[in-house]
C-alpha cells in the first residue's frame, strides 16, 4: 500500500489509481486491499480507484475490538481525506456490510452501490460457519483456517488469485477473531432500507458461504436494487468470473454517473 492516513486508533493504509471519477472498493474479512488488484486494472483508465487495508490488517494499524461501524467510519474517513464528493462505493462479503452502512448513512455521497456477496443479518447457518471457522482457526491453525475458508469459497475449475484470498497466515490469529466477531454481531436493522442510491446486488449460487438467498433477502429491502446471479463462481466471484463482474459494473457506473471529486 502506497499512502497511509491517521484513524482513530490507527492508521489506514491505501492506494490510488488512475483518474476520473472515484471508485471505492470495500474489501472483505480477509481485509487486503490487493484482492481489487483484476478490478483496478480493469477500471484505472476510466475511474480514478481506492483500494485499503482494514485496520489491523496488511500494512495497516489498529487493535481490536472491531465493529462493522467502525470499518465504516474508517472508511468515510478515507473518503473524506480524499476529498471525494461522491463515489461510486464497491464492497464484497464483509465490504458489503460496512458499504450498507455507509450507504444508508450517507445517501448524498454515493452516486452508485455494488454489494456483492453479502447479507442484511446472519441466519443460524451463518453463525454457526462463522463459529466454527474462529474454532478452526484456535484449534488447528491459520494453515487449517486457511484450507477450510478455500474449500467454503472456491469453486473447482475456475480461476482465482490464490495470494489475496489465502491472507490470515500474515494476520494474528487474535485479529482475525475479533474481525470474525465483528461480522456476526453484524445486523443492518432497517438501514437497508434507507439506501437510496442506485444499487446493484450480485451473488453466486453456488456461493457455500454466504448463499444466494441471502444476497437476495438484502436486495429486496434496497428500493430499487438489481439483483443479478452467476450461475457459478463461488463466494470470491470477483475473482473466479472478473470478466463479467467487471462488465456488470461497467454498465452500472456508466448509468449512474455524474459522479465528480
Known amino acids: 500500500m502506497g499512502e497511509t492516513l491517521a484513524i482513530d486508533g490507527g492508521r489506514l493504509a491505501y492506494e490510488e489509481a488512475g483518474a476520473g471519477p472515484p471508485i471505492v472498493f470495500i474489501v472483505g474479512l480477509g481485509g487486503h486491499g490487493a484482492y481489487w488488484k483484476t478490478q483496478v486494472a480493469a477500471f484505472r483508465s476510466e475511474f480514478r480507484t481506492v483500494t485499503f487495508d482494514h485496520r489491523g490488517v496488511g500494512a495497516s494499524e489498529g487493535q481490536p475490538p472491531y465493529s462493522v461501524e467502525q470499518w465504516a467510519d474508517d472508511t468515510l474517513r478515507l473518503i473524506d481525506a480524499l476529498a471525494f464528493n461522491r463515489i461510486h462505493l464497491v464492497g464484497n462479503s464483509t465490504g458489503g456490510a460496512i458499504a450498507q452502512v455507509l450507504a444508508a448513512g450517507y445517501p448524498d455521497r454515493i452516486a452508485s452501490l455494488v454489494l456483492g456477496g453479502t447479507w442484511a443479518r446472519p441466519d443460524v447457518r451463518f453463525v454457526r460457519i462463522f463459529e466454527f471457522r474462529r474454532r478452526v482457526l484456535f484449534e488447528m491453525g491459520s494453515e487449517a483456517y486457511e484450507n477450510l475458508g478455500t474449500a467454503l469459497t472456491l469453486p473447482a475449475g475456475l480461476p482465482h488469485s490464490d495470494g489475496a484470498v489465502r491472507t490470515a497466515h500474515n494476520t494474528p490469529p487474535e485479529i482475525v477473531a475479533a474481525r470474525i466477531d465483528a461480522l456476526l454481531a453484524f445486523d443492518t436493522g432497517t438501514r437497508a432500507r434507507q439506501i437510496r442510491s442506485p444499487t446493484l446486488v450480485i451473488a453466486a449460487e453456488d456461493d457455500v458461504l454466504v448463499p444466494r438467498q441471502?444476497?437476495?433477502?438484502?436486495?429486496?429491502?434496497?428500493?430499487?436494487?438489481?439483483?443479478?446471479?452467476?450461475?457459478?463462481?463461488?463466494?470470491?466471484?470477483p475473482q473466479t468470473q472478473a470478466d463479467a463482474y467487471n462488465a456488470l459494473l461497467l454498465d452500472h457506473f456508466r448509468l449512474n454517473g455524474g459522479s465528480h471529486e
Request: neutral net charge.
Open 214 to 237: 441471502l444476497s437476495e433477502v438484502l436486495a429486496g429491502e434496497i428500493a430499487g436494487a438489481r439483483f443479478v446471479k452467476f450461475e457459478r463462481g463461488g463466494h470470491h466471484f
